[in-house]
Each structure stands twice: as structure tokens, then as C-alpha cells.
């Protein structure tokens, strides 16, 4: 960790090392003085950034060492995250104005753009006008950052739902949020937006939730049995922290009987995964105890009068529909005629003229 933040101030020390051997090697020089101007201009400017790069790097610093003293990675991590926010944002904002102030003082030691530095560091004029309104989304989101760092709405690694997305607060930047949702996606949020417009926090104050479970049963369940076994579930998981457990009937149709369950855990995530071993739980012992209490439709059959007379009616065995002529076939019309000509043998013989004498 020393190691690191020396490292750190390897590059602004040699920059000064630098500056002030060419400013003694300019003295021992022999040369004009517009020379002499233009060669002292230019180490100033160098001066007033390296004077900034120092700034900036004793800033990172002392942010690395205040924030040294907190962990975030342990169960009760509220104290830490309110730092880690803090530090964070005040130090994007702060490394902004130090580069702000310093391009606008090199700026100023040129005679050219001097009036620009001057605008840049009051803010006024028509340059400066301009730049604002060009810049009005970024200074928006800085002014914002200020205000979150000392209100605190938000923090690393909170729980929100921002957007309709549930996630924790992953990286809290100078123009923006990321959030980093439940299934690993990444949710890039304006900083601003979480003044402008509502979200769920939930652990703002603590991680600790209450999570519920709704069961939606026959009325033949045993509440006093159902109650025993979920109070048995929830005491036995290592995921219940001990403080909330509740059982209770909250409504009551022709249909059926809603049951709530109350449980509380430390943080989001072992809420949501106690809710779903309750509900496993719960299922396998209403199907295995109470199988009668499992969701049904009920369905009662009335007899109508006169529903007996119509019922008989229409068992009774109907007689089969009579033959048409059309319908018997070629073979039994042949058959037919056949049968007449055996019993008329004389109608089918050609007639004979009758002569007479």
C-alpha cells in the first residue's frame, strides 16, 4: 500500500526537478530578453501544472488512506459504504476543480488568452456565458454529485430499484451511476436522476428487509398447524436473522383463504432466498399433512322437477329408420324383380296381336 502511494508521486517529482534545472540553466544563460520572457512563461505554465498534478496526488492519497480504515466486504457495511460515497464523489469533484483552476491560471500567463482565463475563473462575460450553457448537463451532474455526497440518497453498494430494475449501487462517478443489476447486467444512470425523480432505497438506514410469502388455500387448512410448521421452517435456515416471524390469515373469499408469512434477513438477498425455501417448504408439507387444504372448485348438481321424466325419454332405445327403395342397392332390385316374375310368369311374355277369323 506505501509502496503504491510513493510510486504515486514519482511523476510530479521529477516534473519540479525538471522545471527547476532549466530555470537555473536559463540564468546561466546568455540570452535576450524576449527570450528570457518566453522561456519563464513557458516554466510557469509547467510550474502551475505540475503544481496541479501534486494536488491532484496528494488528493488521491488521502482518500486512499482515510478509506483504508473502512471494509466494505463485511456483514454490517453501512459506516464503510457512507465513507466509500463521500470520498469518492468529492474526490471526482475536487480533481475536476483542480484542473478547472489550473488551465484557467496557465491560461492567464499567456497574454493572448489572458482574458479567457479571467472569464473562465469569474464565470462571467460572453465567453464564459457561452461555456456554461455548452457545459450545462456536466455541471448539472457535478452540482449534483456535491449535493449526493453530502445528502447521501444513495451509497456504494445499496439496494435500490431505480428504472424498475432492483440492483446494488456499483460505481458512483462524476456524471453518473452505474448500477449493477441482480442478473449481471449494467444499469447506466444520469446523477441527476436521482434527484430529479423517486426510487427505492432499501438500505438506507440498514440492510435489514422483511420478506413475505402469500399462500392461497381451501378453507379446510389448519391454520394452527400450517403456523407451527412455518415458524418451524423459518427458525430452522440459517438465513432468518432472528427478529420478524408472522403468520396470518389477511383475506377471506368463497373461494379460497389468502395467508401472508412475515420473515426478516440481514440483507436483500437472504431475504429473497428465504422467502423461496419457505415457499418449497410450505408446499411440500401441504402435500404431504394437508393435502385437502391444497387450492380446489367446489361445484354442487341440483335435480330440476320433471328432470327424472326427460332423462328417461331420452334413454329409451329409438327404432331403426325404415329402408328407401334407392338406398337397397343394385342386387336387391334385381332380386325383386325376379321374385314378381316367378309369381306372375305371365306379365313379363311379349303380347301376340289377336287375329280374328
Sequence with gaps: ???????????????????????????????????????????????????????????????????KRYRIDVEDNLLARK????????????TVLIFVVG????????????????????????????IGLALQPVLRNLIAGIQIALTQPIRV???????????????????????????????????????????????????????????YLDHEVSIP??????????????????????????DFTESQVEVRILASASHAGKAFDLRCHVREALLAYLQAEQPWALPKTRADVVSMPGAAQVDAEMRKPRPAPATEPDEAGPQAVLSDLVDQKTENPQRGAPRTPKVEG
Design 225 to 250: 398447524d400450517l403456523r407451527r410448521e412455518a415458524e418451524r421452517v423459518v427458525k430452522a435456515s440459517p438465513l432468518w436473522d432472528g427478529e420478524v416471524f408472522v403468520l396470518q390469515v389477511t
Design 157 to 215: 453498494d445499496d439496494a435500490v430499484i431505480v428504472e424498475g430494475e432492483w440492483g446494488n449501487i456499483e460505481e458512483i462517478t462524476a456524471t453518473y451511476v452505474v448500477v449493477r443489476i441482480w442478473d449481471r447486467r449494467r444499469l447506466v444512470v444520469p446523477l441527476h436522476h436521482f434527484l430529479d425523480q423517486p426510487f427505492q432505497n432499501w438500505t438506507r438506514r440498514d440492510a435489514a428487509l422483511i420478506g413475505s410469502v402469500m399462500l
Design 83 to 94: 465513507h466509500i460515497t463521500q470520498s469518492r464523489i468529492l474526490q471526482r469533484v475536487g
Design 1 to 67: 500500500m506505501r509502496r503504491a502511494l510513493l510510486i504515486r508521486t514519482r511523476g510530479p517529482v521529477q516534473l519540479g526537478l525538471m522545471i527547476l534545472a532549466l530555470a537555473l540553466a536559463t540564468d546561466a544563460l546568455d540570452l535576450t530578453g524576449r527570450e528570457t520572457r518566453f522561456i519563464q512563461s513557458l516554466l510557469t505554465i509547467a510550474f502551475i501544472g505540475c503544481l496541479s498534478w501534486v494536488l491532484k496526488v496528494a488528493l488521491d492519497i488521502w482518500i486512499a488512506l482515510h478509506l
Design 103 to 130: 488551465f484557467a491560471t496557465a491560461l492567464m500567463m499567456i497574454d493572448g488568452v489572458r482574458q479567457y482565463g479571467v472569464s473562465l475563473l469569474a464565470s462571467a462575460g460572453a465567453a464564459g456565458l457561452i
